[in-house]
């Protein structure tokens, strides 16, 4: 979790003290603002005490990140006072190159001899000090490096113009586990395709990708469920997960990609498909898993896992262990590339990484009964195969 703190200090006129007020806990999604009032009251000393206990804000944005906010003012001569606090959170947007989230909050006054405001910034470990400055940018590089050195999995874009917001997507909103990771890979998936690394470098490493297709929500699910499933676990290895490789395509539960099957031209240079692979040849990935779903009466229209023996044997290897785990059907063809010649696996097994394809039975658009469990049990035997978990 990222936490981008924002503390007010109260200096009361009085004794001009630095109270450090106690944190609440409030969650608000993006662009919710919470508002409160502090009443008129007869003494100093209880106005201070109002201040002190009933002027706590924190304002958590668990997407993309935590704003705490703290408020304070410094009075005048007055006792009475009443004002709000808004923050309000835009929306990320790519400014020279960068990607970026404007917040601003402000402070709204009843009353005139509210004259100054003092806030503490506190961004990681940076602390800033500001009057009035009520505005200010957090950067998509301070999410993901803030992230990646606070818990052990680590987030990434990708492959940037694919992103779009899946939970648009009545399914996946409602099957998605909820969990602060998956908020992250969420925010993240607005933007590009998000990848989740598990584990340290130690060990065999893997790659599971889903959502080549966009309607075929069960393996998304699936690979979001796996990765909730592997936060905090203890991994032989790594292991790469790209719960949604098209978002955009996932939020309308769409097929093609710039009207082309994604699972038909991975072999071609700048395809989504093409750039998945050639990131799995950098990231040296021992085995590659696609996992989709198959409509009943499709082709293969069964739960199933899919191989080639040649080039790479092991992709039968794979799929026969996942096959005899799962009680999938086990399909192969001899060589790679001739019946799928831009298949995510074909293209996949012919640069010499391994892979399956797995399928569940569910029609486009639909999340069939079992089929997410069925769909997370392969991508399981998958990992068990390569002993990367228990
Ligand atoms: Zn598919």
């Known amino acids: 979790m990222v936490v981008l703190s924002i503390n ?105 001899y509210v004259t100054k405001y003092k806030t503490v910034y506190k961004l ?7 009057t009035e400055n009520r505005t200010g940018y957090y950067y998509l590089s301070n999410y993901i490096s803030a992230a990646n050195s606070t818990s052990s999995p680590q987030f990434s874009i990708v492959i940037n113009g694919t992103g779009g917001d899946v939970t648009k997507n009545s ?61 905090g676990k203890e991994i032989n290895g790594t292991i790469y997960v790209v719960p949604f490789l098209i978002p955009a395509n ?9 009207g082309q099957n994604p699972n038909s031209v991975a072999q071609y240079s ?6 998945i692979i050639k990131l799995a040849q950098k990231l040296s990935v021992d085995a590659l898993g696609d996992f989709h779903s198959t409509q009943p009466g499709g082709v293969p229209g069964k739960n199933s896992a899919l191989y080639t023996k040649v080039p790479t044997y092991e992709s039968y290897l794979i799929a026969s262990f996942i096959s005899k785990q799962t009680g999938s059907a086990l399909i192969g063809d001899t060589v790679a ?11 996949s097994n012919l640069a010499g990484i391994p892979a399956v394809t797995c399928e569940v039975k569910s029609s486009h ?22 002993k990367m978990i228990k």
């Open 124 to 130: 990681q470990n940076q602390t800033r000090y500001t």
């Open 270 to 275: 700048g395809t989504v498909t093409n750039n």
């Open 171 to 231: 399914l996946i909103k409602k099957y998605l586990p909820q969990s602060t990771i998956t908020n992250q890979v969420l925010a993240l998936a607005k933007i590009g395709t998000p990848m989740v690394k598990f584990g340290n470098g130690n060990g065999p490493t893997v790659m599971i990708i889903a959502g080549v297709h966009g309607n075929e929500l069960p393996a998304s699910i699936a690979a979001m469920k796996l990765i909730n499933y592997l936060n």
């Open 250 to 258: 996932t939020a309308k539960s769409y097929r093609l990609w710039k």
């Open 8 to 112: 007010g200090v109260n200096a009361l006129e009085q004794n001009d003290n630095v109270n450090q007020m106690t944190q609440t806990q409030n969650n608000l999604t993006s662009n919710t603002s919470n508002t409160s009032n502090v009443t008129g009251t007869s003494t100093k000393a209880e106005a201070a005490s109002n201040l002190t206990n009933q002027i706590k804000y924190n304002y958590q944005v668990s997407i993309p990140y935590t704003v705490e906010v703290k408020v304070a003012v410094k009075q005048a001569y007055q006792v009475k006072v009443a004002y709000k606090a808004k923050v309000a959170v835009k929306k990320w947007y790519k400014s020279y190159g960068k990607w970026k989230y404007k917040y601003v909050y402000k402070y709204v006054t009843k009353y005139k």
């Open 365 to 386: 658009g639909t999340v069939a009964s079992g089929s997410v469990d069925k769909s997370y049990a392969q991508m399981l035997a998958f990992l068990r195969y390569k």
């Open 337 to 347: 590339g001739q019946k799928y010649p831009g298949a995510v696996e074909d293209v």
